[in-house]
């Protein structure tokens, strides 16, 4: 059973910065592109970014130029580094890849935005 787990979220301030953490319990993880997502109270969950295998990364457009992802394959884990925070992100954010047929999420971490 794979298993991902999310870490550094928290509570920051408009403009400040966080970097969320998310490591995988199996070496799968790394022949998989890696996303984050989020999911803010009462809307749909979102793609924020994605890092393929070979390092190639997409954004959101709203966070584009604020936040970065990335990944270290020897420690299985992948990395959102979050700047210049807006009260719109907060969320639960869910570190996520997909290997086959199968679909593995994190258990999510919370991100609040607030001053």
């Known amino acids: 059973q794979v298993q991902l787990m999310e870490s550094g979220g928290g509570l920051a301030q408009p403009g400040g910065s966080l970097r969320l953490s998310c490591a995988a319990s199996a070496t799968i993880f790394g022949f998989s592109t890696v996303d984050w997502f989020r999911q803010a109270p009462g809307k749909e969950r979102e793609l924020v970014a994605s890092i393929s295998v070979d390092g190639v990364s997409n954004y959101l457009n709203s966070v584009k130029g604020r936040f970065t992802i990335s990944r270290d394959n020897g420690k299985k884990s992948v990395y959102l580094q979050m700047n210049s925070l807006k009260p719109e992100d907060t969320a639960v954010y869910y570190c996520?890849?997909?290997?086959?047929?199968?679909?593995?999420w994190g258990q999510g971490t919370q991100v609040t935005v607030s001053s």
């Open positions: 996520h890849f997909l290997f086959g047929s199968s679909d593995y």
